[in-house]
């Protein structure tokens, strides 16, 4: 079974590690201690936690109603404005995504550096990749 440490649970949870390590203080994360006293979160409480806070912020209505299901809150930071075409890059959490969309869509949506926004990325097709 794979295990984590809170660095690594914090940057797959989208948080900091102190905010895992308050977690599992209060309980809310089940850890273990290895051999050399580091806390470790086992891959299914993690992944299981990871649930619990997806439907946390949904109850909270911190999640908009979309078809879409993968959605990458983020910050702008970068646009490239051509004649009709742009190009928005958003950073969210450790993704970089990229959009191109038209120039009209980023001035009716006001995107530039620094405005929040959320990419939403809908597929016919999904590639995972075991780490």
Do not use: C
Not at 8 to 36: H, I, N, Y
Not at 97 to 123: C, N, Q, W, Y
């Amino acid at each position: 079974m794979r295990s984590y440490t809170t660095q690594q649970a914090a940057r797959l949870l989208g948080v900091s590690a102190d905010t895992v390590r308050r977690w599992a203080d209060a309980g809310r994360l089940p850890t273990r201690r290895d051999e050399t006293g580091r806390r470790l979160v086992d891959g299914p409480d993690l992944a299981a936690f990871a649930v619990e806070l997806a439907q946390q912020a949904d109850e909270a209505g911190d999640v908009p109603y979309t078809s879409a299901r993968n959605a990458f809150a983020g910050i702008v930071t970068a646009v490239k404005l051509g004649d009709v075409a742009a190009q928005v890059e958003i950073q969210a959490g450790p993704h970089r995504l990229v959009s191109l969309l038209t120039r009209e869509a980023v001035e009716e949506l006001g995107l530039e550096v620094g405005v929040e926004a959320v990419a939403r990325v809908k597929s016919t097709s999904v590639l995972v990749d075991r780490v």
